[in-house]
């Protein structure tokens, strides 16, 4: 196994204002970052999540990696070679090789094109005339396990599950290696949910490509991910493994959000609220730990003082001054 | 977690089967209307006179025939004939024929003008859609007919200018509704899918917009149709559209005017055709959009 | 205590162009006062017609083919508007799912919170106005004299369902629908929610109808459970019933299903094969007959009755003892 994809120490900026109204307000930072000193590492053929709240910047992550939005600085190299700062057409060449599915299933397929044209889509883009168009089409479907009478439907004759698959299906076309699914199973029933993640962990274990899954469904990602990565205002706060983020989170926030999750369990509910507040806004981050304000164990250094990312075993990387340790942890 | 965006009876699944019966269930519908029924069958009719005209009547639309001037409906004279003695029902049949030919003209040039710059105004830079619409609202901010009037006085009455003329004045309009929805368009998830698919934005204008905006700019360009021919007949009306000896409808309705008191028919026979015309493309509109729009169909 | 809410038998149809929709089906459930009934089903379920009907706010096309909805005593189905306005207004009250939709952008919350209260005709406008401000500082909004000058957009979409619920128990309604008022909000926001709902409840007089396809969110929050399934209830019991003593085969796959529930990481995740059934048809024998696992050759031929398993646990299958 070798290393995928590596980013560091990633950077991405909007701005909250045009150049013109900034600079008539007299605005001093027009900017917002959405994603701030990002930095992980994918191998082939493993699955990293991207967990955390809305404006948490995973999607914007995400994309940024598939080149839909700039990074302003830092990099992102995909087997070796660079792609932040490529153009639309050197990029281009990189989109066969990662592939990104999106949030919603029907909305993110083009509304007058048959299950046919959206399939063939990515063909059609890159020219891979070489292969029968048709013939790739049925495979593809039978791959998602959509039946060929299908073709010929349009987005809103289907159902969320069937454009999720399509939506898989699009994604598989080019053999990528890399799959970005954001909110994979996003509006599906608990019982299409399992189909399509069945789905996609067992594509994965037949053609080997890794999945960035960036999503808030933890339930999901314990079943389904090698790693998680918790972002918080644009940060990464914890990474580790999957068993090792459930059994021994080490940031409060990561506890707090494992603790948010409801229990299917009526014996067991829950007498207090693990996070009390909500997310801040990107304009006004808060000083020291970004995470103070809503810590429930913040302590004075907190307040002041930005923590660095600290490696705690092997792989399991985390953001927080007093890290939730095995005789720390109170709760 | 998220739920379904919607829910509403029956799940999806039980829906889908059905949408494609749903297709023809709305051209069934629409061929038991009796309104769209009524549009369609009026604008086959002015087709038909339009083009057969040479085998529908046995006369030329200008040749004089001074010892019948101004002669009531007879069997040899369906409508009668006008002051120079033309038989005025074969003159409304190529009457009919410049009134489409101006309108495929300008109705097609502008259609296909407004589309493109405004799927350009929609999908390109903010810069190009802030020039487009200043453009659009200035040539919009002219009234039609006087802009046609200073056009046609200065160049001389001609069917080109009066095309020109419809062309220029229907482009903003046609422009504005496909920036609008092309710009609804671009907000959407799917148009982020194709770009990271690598698609190119000249590729998801055609393959992807196209498609989109197309429908609903074809009902307004039927529901334009006879707009632009009272334009037509308006301008020739007051002598500034077709020259003297061709035909129109407008002209004929002039002629009617200048001799009212020697017989209605002329004005009649101008006309009834334009409100015909009119009732005809508006109708089939209608039923157009009920077919074409799936939105309004999904609705009903 | 008579329940506050109680649908018998309710059959509803929706008329499209291919035939009817048979949407609803004998659906039956009570509300008792003072409790938390949760509707859970998934998509195309019906839950979300059947609080629709509660209200009596049907879509054109349905047509109600028989049963009743008693709200207090009173027949829903044979009141006229006015009646139906002072029902939705002051008796009942509905969270909808998205608080980004369901308050009017150009006022301010304040404005739209005193608004409400129109037939509170003795009150005046100062009173109203204080018994906004004690409804938003119940529901958890800091400094609520500012915040009521505020438009919606001001308000984060935590804050905003948050307010939907103020606004819902301002006329202090016997009964709130809360239509899967968690799904737009991030699970931390969904967490308040929920221990908002569960807070108020303790202190105001009413009962909650929770509507969810979520079991985490309807284990932690309802007393008693009703499980849709293609327009029909098939089961229905106290929490602990549905949890712990699940019976019929549907619920039960709806509990394996949940991700949530399983402890340890499995990469196959257990579905339920097969899709919701098109309810153009009737189907001839049990409902869900087509996908469960246990379905025998009398599941397919005639309707499943309702069993009675325990004290208010009933399920309608063929496979529970009722003979």
């Not at chain 1, 948490?56 to 302003?72: D, E, F, H």
């Not at chain 2, 487009?132 to 006085?153: G, Q, Y």
């Not at chain 2, 006309?271 to 508006?282: A, K």
Request: charged share 20%.
């Amino acid at each position: 196994m070798s290393e995928l994809l590596e980013v560091e120490g990633l950077r991405v900026r909007f701005r909250t204002s045009g150049a013109l109204r900034a600079v008539a307000r007299r605005e001093d930072d027009p900017w917002i970052d959405a994603v701030l000193d990002v930095s992980f590492r994918m191998r082939e053929g493993e699955t990293l999540a991207l967990v955390g709240e809305s404006g948490s910047g995973k999607t914007t992550l995400g994309r940024a990696i598939i080149g839909l939005v700039r990074a302003q600085s830092g990099s992102i190299r995909f087997e070796g070679s660079e792609l932040r700062g490529l153009g639309d057409r050197a990029y281009k060449a990189y989109r066969r090789e990662i592939a990104m599915m999106f949030q919603d299933p029907v909305a993110s397929l083009s509304p007058r094109r048959t299950v046919r044209g959206q399939i063939r889509e990515p063909f059609e883009v890159h020219k891979s005339a070489e292969r029968d168009g048709e013939a790739e089409v049925r495979r593809l479907m039978d791959l998602v396990g959509l039946p060929h009478n299908f073709v010929g439907r349009f987005p809103h004759e289907l159902s969320g599950g069937q454009a999720r698959r399509v939506g898989v299906a699009r994604a598989l076309a080019l053999s990528p290696k890399l799959i970005i699914a954001d909110e994979p199973t996003a509006g599906l029933d608990v019982s299409v949910q399992g189909e399509v993640l069945n789905l996609m962990s067992g594509l994965q274990s037949r053609f080997g490509m890794s999945y960035l899954v960036i999503t808030h469904n933890l339930p999901v990602v314990r079943h389904t991910s090698n790693r998680i990565a918790i972002m918080y205002l644009g940060r990464f706060v914890e990474q580790g493994t999957t068993a090792t983020i459930f059994r021994s989170p080490a940031h409060p926030y990561t506890e707090a959000l494992l603790g948010a999750v409801p229990r299917p369990d009526p014996r067991r509910r829950r007498k207090t609220v693990s996070i009390e507040g909500e997310v801040p806004s990107l304009k006004m981050r808060p000083r020291g730990c970004e995470f103070h304000p809503r810590c429930p164990y913040a302590q004075e250094r907190c307040r002041h003082e930005t923590p660095a990312t600290t490696r705690l075993e092997e792989g399991h990387l985390v953001r927080c001054h007093f890290p939730l340790g095995n005789g720390h942890r109170t709760s | 977690m998220s739920a379904p965006a919607s829910e509403h009876g029956p799940g999806l699944d039980a829906a889908a089967p059905a949408a494609r019966s749903e297709r023809f269930a709305t051209l069934r519908r629409m061929i038991r209307d009796p309104l769209s029924i009524l549009g369609l069958t009026l604008v086959v009719l002015l087709f038909i006179g339009a083009l057969f005209a040479e085998y529908i009547t046995p006369y030329s639309p200008t040749a004089i025939d001074v010892k019948a001037r101004l002669a009531s409906p007879s069997f040899e004279h369906l409508l009668g004939t006008d002051q120079l003695g033309r038989d005025t029902f074969t003159r409304v049949l190529y009457g009919g024929r410049v009134a489409l030919q101006v309108a495929a003209w300008s109705i097609s040039l502008a259609l296909s003008a407004g589309l493109i710059l405004g799927m350009l105004a929609g999908y390109g830079p903010r810069w190009l859609d802030n020039a487009l619409l200043l453009l659009f609202d200035s040539v919009r901010s002219f009234p039609t007919i006087m802009f046609a009037l200073a056009i046609i006085t200065l160049t001389g009455p001609s069917l080109n200018m009066v095309i020109l003329v419809i062309v220029v004045t229907s482009i903003p309009v046609y422009a504005r509704i496909v920036r609008t929805q092309t710009m609804s368009l671009k907000e959407q998830e799917f148009v982020l899918a194709a770009r990271a698919l690598g698609t190119g934005w000249f590729r998801i204008l055609r393959v992807h917009f196209l498609p989109n905006v197309i429908g609903p700019l074809f009902i307004l360009a039927s529901m334009d149709i006879p707009v632009v021919v009272t334009i037509e007949a308006g301008l020739s009306f007051l002598g500034l559209g077709v020259r003297p000896p061709t035909p129109s409808w407008g002209s004929i309705l002039g002629d009617g005017y200048a001799y009212i008191r020697a017989t209605p028919w002329l004005v009649v026979a101008g006309g009834v055709p334009l409100i015909l015309t009119t009732l005809g493309f508006t109708f089939m509109g209608e039923a157009l959009r009920d077919v074409l729009d799936p939105r309004l169909r999904r609705t009903d | 205590m008579d329940p506050v809410l109680s649908i018998r038998d309710l059959s509803l149809d929706f008329e499209t162009p291919p035939g009817p929709v048979h949407a609803l089906r004998n659906v039956s459930l009570e509300v008792p006062r003072n409790h938390i009934v949760g509707i859970v089903g998934e998509s195309g379920s019906g839950k979300s017609t059947v609080i629709a009907a509660a209200m009596r706010l049907l879509a054109n096309n349905a047509v109600i083919r028989g049963g009743e909805v008693i709200f207090n005593g009173r027949d829903v189905l044979g009141m006229n508007q006015e009646e139906l306005r002072a029902l939705r207004g002051e008796e009942i009250s509905m969270v909808f799912q998205d608080p980004m939709t369901s308050q009017i952008p150009v006022l301010t919350i304040g404005r739209q919170m005193t608004d409400i209260q129109y037939r509170r005709r003795n009150v005046s406008m100062a009173e109203k106005r204080n018994l906004a401000v004690e409804m938003m500082r119940r529901v958890g909004i800091s400094d609520p004299e500012e915040r009521l000058d505020q438009h919606p957009h001001q308000f984060s979409g935590g804050m905003r369902q948050r307010i939907a619920i103020a606004m819902a128990l301002l006329m202090n309604p016997q009964l709130l629908i809360a239509d899967e008022p968690t799904t737009a909000l991030d699970v931390t926001m969904e967490a308040q929610i929920i221990h908002l709902l569960r807070e108020l409840k303790e202190s105001f007089e009413g009962s909650i109808l929770f509507v969810s396809h979520n079991l985490g969110l309807i284990a932690e929050l309802c007393d008693y459970v009703v499980v849709m399934y293609a327009g029909e209830v098939v089961e229905q019991g106290s929490v602990e019933d549905l949890f712990y003593r699940a019976s019929h085969p549907y619920t039960q796959a709806l509990l394996e299903c949940d991700p949530a529930r399983i402890e340890d990481a499995t990469p196959a995740l257990p579905t339920i094969p097969g899709d919701v059934p098109d309810l153009h048809i009737v189907p001839q024998g049990c409902v869900f007959a087509p996908r469960c696992p246990r379905a025998v050759a009398r599941c397919r031929e005639e309707p499943a009755q309702i069993a009675t398993i325990g004290a208010g646990h009933r399920a309608r299958c063929h496979l529970l003892g009722h003979e």
